[in-house]
């Protein structure tokens, strides 16, 4: 059964850094997009950032655009999202997903993590 496990998530300052982690495992995920979300209290899913995995193509949401880096490691069948210059707006749990179409949109994943929570305080 395919699984992923994210992990990573923690309390920073504005201005600091985290490094988040997607462990792939159960089936394989050659050709699938791996996408990272983000879901603060009382509001919806919002994309992050997305990449396949031959890491061909790489996306990301504008908010997060010079300050965030994914990138995927096949060997370690995991993904990375490097996340600097934090701003207290980042405060949310991070989700990984998988799936075969490269959007943006949520739905569309069919596999998701439990969840990492990031908290920048001001």
């Known amino acids: 059964q395919a699984q992923l496990v994210e992990s990573g998530g923690g309390l920073v300052q504005a201005g600091g850094s985290l490094r988040l982690s997607c462990a792939a495992s159960g089936r394989p995920f050659s050709g699938y997009v791996m996408g990272w979300f983000r879901q603060a209290p009382g509001r919806e899913h919002e994309f992050v950032a997305r990449?396949?995995?031959?890491?061909?193509?790489?996306v990301y949401a504008d908010s997060v655009k010079g300050r965030f880096t994914i990138s995927r490691d096949k060997a370690k069948n995991t993904v990375y999202l490097q996340m600097n210059s934090l701003k207290p707006e980042d405060t949310a749990v991070y989700y990984c997903?998988?799936?075969?179409?490269?959007?943006?949109?949520?739905?569309?994943?069919?596999?998701w993590g439990q969840g990492t929570q990031v908290t920048v305080s001001s």
């Open positions: 990449i396949t995995w031959t890491g061909g193509s790489i």
């Open positions: 997903a998988a799936g075969v179409a490269f959007t943006a949109v949520p739905g569309q994943y069919n596999y």
